[in-house]
């Protein structure tokens, strides 16, 4: 185990997760916070969630990331030649995000986040196919644990990190501290080592354009129950996605201060959720993958009840300390399982373009049906809103339960109970 962790592969995934964790809370929490203080309305914070449509749609684009060359640092190969590219542009976006003013130009601020999103759904493209090729297939566990690790970390450095700087030095301070977190994974970039690439054949433009785009599509449609896959790829997260756009302005609504949350909310919440994730990644290996799914997502389904108990109890520091702990544990436990199986869905012939496919898939509900829930928590109100979150798991559970009937995990092997040893 010590010579495994000595391996410069798991410390460089430990830094692209960080890199790619810094501009996700930018796009989302920390930039609803920063929306609601404007007094901007709950809908229109609630159409906040399309600036990441980036996220849904990643795979339209990633079968350039997959399969060009980088227009700079070509050097460092293709996959870290593209990375190279993108962060240093992402780091000028994410500082220039901290320049626009949502209270005077909304729409500067909101074109600026749109830019922000797609260089980091870009460079999440680059992340994932990077961190399935880099590693042989039994390391695989502990590279997507130190990747977790460390976007888990960026996501405590990005939002309660931005929301405490933001309280003593203001949002410019803020988001030109989050653009400097990107240099965590540029260096990585320059220090870590490129995967094996394909070898270099010469086709026609039409044959290069159906392996890049077509045939990636193509393979994954040749699965049994393809279509019931993506619908739960796709529903799975649909409850927390909801809940998740209006955390930050119901936690503001019911009195909670900046540092009260970020200290709660980020700091005790990551540490919950990274308990969650090795939980999770427990119960995946005594449950198999999909039984797990059905579990986690059942706990995650019923932790958003926990909001509809912070909103009857209203400002209460220990019931936020519950609150925070049991939906951000139930999320950890849920991703384990999540993360496992879309990895487990992808062809190493198609990397990028498939986890992009199914990841955009993951993003969908968020993105489009979570635009309006600024206008269903101001229609029904926090405990009723937060009540339809919980019912919105459902149609993913059933058809993980139809998924389970059809396509059932191979048995696990049957352990001999050990003989007693003599004396």
Known sequence: MANLFRDRRFL??????????????????????????????????????????????????SPVLDHAAPPA??????????????????????????????VTAAEITVMVAVLVAFLSASQD??????????????????????????YRAALLAANAGALAIAEFAGWTAAFAYCAALVGVGFLAVLLGPEPA?????????SRRLKLAVVDPFVDFMGRRYWVAILAFV??????????????????RELGFSRLEVAAVGSVFGLFMTLGGALAGGWVVAKLGTARALVVTGLLQMLSNLMYVALAQTGYSMPMLWTQVGVENFTDGLADAAFVTYLSALTSRSFTATQYALLSS???????????????????????????????????????????????????????????????
């Open 234 to 251: 796709a529903l799975f997260k649909l409850g927390e996605a909801l809940a998740g756009i209006m955390t930050a302005p119901f936690y």
């Open 361 to 423: 898939l993951a993003a969908v509900p968020l993105r489009t049906l979570g635009a309006g829930s600024g206008w269903l928590a101001e229609g029904l109100g926090w405990s009723w809103f937060f009540a339809l979150t919980t019912l919105a798991a459902l149609p993913a559970m059933a058809i993980m339960i139809f998924l389970l009937k059809r396509l059932p995990p191979p048995a696990p092997p049957v352990v001999q109970p050990a003989r007693d040893l003599p004396g």
């Open 125 to 150: 493209i680059v992340v994932d196919a990077y961190r399935i090729e880099v590693l042989e297939e039994s390391n695989q566990g502990y590279g997507l644990a130190c990747y977790i690790w460390g």
């Open 197 to 205: 690439a394909p070898p270099v054949v010469v086709l026609p433009w």
């Open 73 to 102: 640092f070509g050097w460092l190969g293709r996959r870290r030649g593209w990375l190279a590219t993108i962060q240093p542009v992402l780091a000028a976006a994410i500082l220039g995000l901290g320049f626009t003013n949502p």
């Open 12 to 61: 460089v995934l430990l830094a692209l997760g960080f890199s790619a964790g810094v501009p996700l809370p930018l796009t989302a929490f920390t930039l609803r916070q920063w929306f609601s203080e404007s007094g901007v309305s709950l809908t229109a914070i609630g159409l906040t969630a399309l600036i990441g449509l980036a996220y849904a749609f990643k795979f339209l684009w």
